[in-house]
């Protein structure tokens, strides 16, 4: 690419990146979803399953610690979360993701939490920007409607607030794009390279794993994204 592309795609990049960061920093509290989503990660099982001992009076930093804290080892937790993410509509996989981000984690303070997990989230949007990136490049053979596309499409409410929010909306986002590139990716290489058999069996391979992650990060709520 030209140096005036890499400038181009890297504002927009910045740009898209600096708005998610900036809600980010006026994010002062998480909602009732957002604390299930590290409660279920932490494999606790409270404010989900488990009540609180009756008759005791709890201060605030406690329950914090109890609620939101990580409480066993990495290890355990990822095992138990293999086993049984707890949420009967959701899998495991974003719950582990958010529980290695949250390692070490013990206090259950709201704003490092927070912090954390938002982490997770800038990646995965960090990942969606430049494959939507390859998307567009692919479909249009232009880089500028490509840096165009992205900054419009990644600059909208919606895509922020997927990031915003301590859930797997950035997940299933960035999963839906490697799908879709990937896909567009082969037909490419497919009509450059006819009946070439082994980038076939190669992007099976690769498209039947994408897949699979696209679906583990529950894919029925794609449509609202």
Known sequence: ???????????????????????????????????????????????????YEY??????????????????????DLVNLWKDSQDTYHSNYYYSL???????????????????????????????FFLFFLLLKIIFKSNLIAIVGCFCVFATPGSISNTLFIREYQLQETMLLLCLYVYYWFFEQEYQHQNNHKKKVKFLIIFSLCCSLFLLSGYFSIVFL
Do not use: C, H, P
């Not at 930093?61 to 290890?75: A, Q, R």
């Not at 958010?98 to 990942?127: C, D, P, T, Y």
């Open 98 to 128: 958010l529980r290695i981000f949250l390692m070490g984690e013990k206090s259950g303070n709201v704003n490092s939490v927070m912090q954390r997990a938002s982490m997770l989230n800038l990646i995965l949007f960090s990942f969606s």
């Open 1 to 51: 690419m030209k140096k005036q592309v890499i400038i181009l795609l890297i504002l927009a990049f910045v740009g898209t990146l600096g708005m998610r960061v900036y809600w980010l920093n006026k994010k002062d509290g998480m909602f009732l979803d957002e604390v299930f989503s590290v409660s279920f990660s932490n494999y606790n099982g409270f404010l989900a399953f488990y009540e």
């Open 55 to 76: 008759n005791k009076v709890y201060t605030g930093k406690e329950l914090k610690k109890i609620t939101l804290g990580m409480n066993n080892s990495l290890t355990s």
